[in-house]
């Protein structure tokens, strides 16, 4: 009986089906196996020609890594191109250890420099006089540490909460303030700060102000470090002894007695709301700076104070007194420049931070060695004329000798400052009389349409040719004569018409331009103007050095002076005819250097405003051997008297080869408003006395040629 389960495929028999192929025993499939092992190992064994050696096979030890699945096979559409999650971790991992080891890299690198960088620091500045003697010193030299011990809390905590209120629970760099900083720039297009008090520091004693992101990275890790080694009190004590807080003061102590006149004890935590604020930048919240500071100062004084509500620094009913806002001190700046030296430093002083671009914080850090333009023999005479003058004024007794102004400056043809005269004394009174533009030229200001008619030609008639003019060229003289358009004769605003007004009333009949400049007749230089243009009366005198802000609105009486340039802007201006037509800008500073290091000064250049006859001109028609309004000058000299219709200032300007100075007598109740006062009456004259600056410019020049 056969046996159930055998059958072809019972190995146990004969001729099987083995691996599917049948007629092959098992063992028959064995031989066969064993015959195709002892083929691949004797492959793998097989000599190396020429050696007798077999040669083996390596086999690969590890399998290569596979390229990465994307886009993705076997997908279609989008799908193809969405990485797996595996690609995402991967990429994700890898990144993370390679910037943790960059980061740890960099910041076993970084050391905590020992000595402060120069912005920790701050030294005097001396300034020369042309000779290169000094000057005058300025500078807060010494600073007055104060221990933290020594801060009232409130203080303290006012500026924690403008700045960095989780300082103490940080560590020296805030991951939120990062991220708020870095979204802001990509999103709005502008920056934010995200630093800490830490990394304020750090950048105010160790490192440049500049806005690098390597500087950033730097001072992240630097602080990072700094937040380990340092308590937290270290800290903060130094930042708040070692912070730029404007007029240049560092350090709470001084900010304090800047802005308050006390100590920073003193402070309650109103006054602290606000010295916080100046951390963001005096510029914008010093009220002194700008009248417009002091809108964006009162909102961070109470932002400020709020916050420490909130922070629970600051009770909130010690915060529902503080409802007017500290109005701070004006600026005083304790310096050795006193008297005339005051004004000087103020001049040198703006023209350096200009002319060799100097931030305000950076100048305040001093260090700087200004030489200046100004001779000090010249200063001396100056400053004598203007008091000898003074001695002539009675506020006592005559009410017409009270508020009595005197601006003064003298400049070389090339633009040096030589001199000034900017007030009685700068510690009574830093307003600089030199530099003011606050009064009228009157018609010192007609050799200017004068130069502007020989430069450009005059047109009578609307869009007419233009004709050349000469100084035989003859105009109306007289007084009262009507200032005529080529459509008829000129009427102002209210229906009046205008005429031209000679200073002593007097009719001179046709008169040559020549002789009418010579003779201080004005009316021909009225209608002068208006032939000529006054638009390009206006750029003429922007060429000779008068400055745009200056000038009046374009009327007939523009050419009558409404301009109000400063002494030292008009003495400039008549310099430029002095230098046969060319011009060069008025400047007090020729060199600057900073601890001995030279520092790059961009002094104006000389360019030319008229055609060399055209000032010889002008030259010759206001030379006379002898001066006018009482002024006798030794040598021949070009001068011009200048008066104002109103009698609210008169000038006096000459100059000669070496020097062009202007003198300006007006009366001003500063206390009041900015309007001038009329002169009649002044030093007891009559109302068209213009001897005083005349007497000033004598005998100025009577000591400088001595």
């Not at 001729?15 to 002892?38: E, K, Y």
């Not at 700094?226 to 900010?255: C, H, M, P, V």
Request: glycine share 10%.
């Amino acid at each position: 009986m056969p046996v159930r389960g055998r059958g072809r495929n019972d190995h146990c028999t004969g001729a099987v089906a083995v691996c599917g192929r049948p007629g092959l025993s098992w063992l028959d499939g064995m031989t066969q196996h064993n015959i195709f092992s002892r083929t691949a190992r004797a492959a793998r064994t097989a000599l190396v020609p020429g050696t007798g050696r077999r040669k083996q096979t390596k086999r690969p030890f590890a399998r290569l890594p596979r390229r990465p699945d994307f886009p993705r096979a076997g997908r279609r559409g989008w799908r193809r191109w969405v990485p797996s999650w595996r690609l995402v971790l991967g990429s994700v991992l890898m990144f993370t250890a390679t910037l943790a080891t960059v980061v740890g890299i960099a910041y076993a690198r970084t050391d905590i420099p020992e000595d402060l960088n120069a912005f920790a620091t701050q030294q005097d500045t001396v300034y020369y006089w042309a000779d290169g003697t000094p000057m005058a010193r300025t500078g807060w030299v010494s600073r007055q540490e104060m221990p933290l011990s020594k801060i009232p809390d409130h203080v303290r905590w006012a500026v924690l909460a403008a700045e960095n209120a989780n300082f103490y629970s940080d560590h020296g760099i805030s991951t939120q303030g990062i991220t708020r900083a870095l979204w802001r720039t990509v999103s709005d297009g502008d920056t934010q700060g995200g630093s800490t008090i830490t990394q304020q520091y750090v950048k105010n004693v160790y490192l440049s102000q500049d806005q690098s992101f390597s500087r950033k990275f730097t001072e992240m890790l630097m602080a990072v470090k700094l937040d380990s080694r340092l308590s937290k009190d270290e800290i903060l004590q130094e930042y708040l002894n070692t912070s730029w807080f404007g007029r240049g003061t560092y350090g709470l102590q001084r900010a304090s007695q800047a802005y308050y006149g006390k100590e920073v004890t003193q402070l309650n935590a109103s006054e602290g709301a606000f010295i916080a604020s100046l951390l963001k930048g005096a510029s914008l919240y010093d009220p002194a700076v700008n009248p417009r500071n002091r809108e964006r100062a009162v909102e961070r004084w109470r932002w400020t104070l709020d916050r420490m509500v909130e922070i629970g620094k600051l009770a909130p009913a010690e915060r529902a007194t503080y409802t007017t806002f500290p109005e701070p001190k004006p600026p005083h700046r304790p310096n050795s420049a006193g008297g005339q030296d005051g004004y000087l430093v103020q001049l040198a002083e703006s023209y350096a931070k200009r002319a060799a671009h100097i931030s305000d914080a950076r100048f305040d850090l001093g260090g700087y060695q200004i030489y200046t333009t100004f001779e000090k023999p010249r200063m001396t005479a100056l400053t004598r004329s203007v008091r000898d003058a003074r001695r002539a004024l009675d506020p006592e007794q005559r009410k017409a000798d009270r508020f009595v102004r005197f601006g003064a400056a003298s400049v070389a043809p090339d633009g040096r400052i030589l001199a000034v005269y900017g007030g009685p004394d700068f510690e009574r009174q830093a307003f600089n009389e030199s530099n003011a533009g606050t009064v009228p030229a009157g018609s010192a200001f007609t050799p200017f349409v004068y130069a502007a008619g020989l430069q450009h030609g005059v047109s009578q008639k609307r869009n007419g040719p233009r004709s050349t003019i000469t100084p035989a060229t003859v105009y109306d003289g007289d007084d009262g004569i009507p200032v005529m358009t080529p459509e008829g004769p000129y009427w102002d605003r209210s229906g009046k018409m205008v005429k031209g007004h000679n200073d002593d009333g007097t009719s001179y009949g046709p008169i040559s331009l020549h002789e009418a400049m010579a003779k201080s007749v004005d009316s021909p230089f009225l209608q002068l103007g208006m032939d000529t243009g006054l638009k390009l009366v206006r750029s003429t005198a922007e060429a000779s050095g008068l400055l745009p802000s200056s000038f009046g609105p374009p009327v007939p009486a523009f050419a009558m002076g409404n301009s109000t340039p400063s002494a030292i802007r008009m003495a400039d201006a008549y310099g430029t005819f002095a230098a046969r037509g060319v011009h060069t800008d008025p400047y007090s500073v020729r060199k600057v250097t900073r601890n001995g290091e030279p520092v790059r000064l961009d002094l104006p250049r000389p360019r030319r405003a008229v055609r060399s006859e055209v000032a010889d001109e002008i030259t010759a028609s206001l030379v006379r051997p002898g001066g006018r309004n009482g002024a006798v000058s030794l040598t021949p000299a070009a001068t011009k008297a200048g008066t104002t219709e109103d009698d609210t200032a008169r000038w006096y300007v000459g100059y000669g080869p070496t020097a062009s100075t202007a003198v300006v007598v007006y009366r001003m109740d500063l206390t009041k408003s900015l309007a001038p006062l009329p002169l009649k009456g002044l030093a007891g004259g009559p109302a068209d006395d213009g001897k005083l600056p005349a007497q000033i410019w004598n005998t100025y020049m009577e000591a400088m040629t001595k």
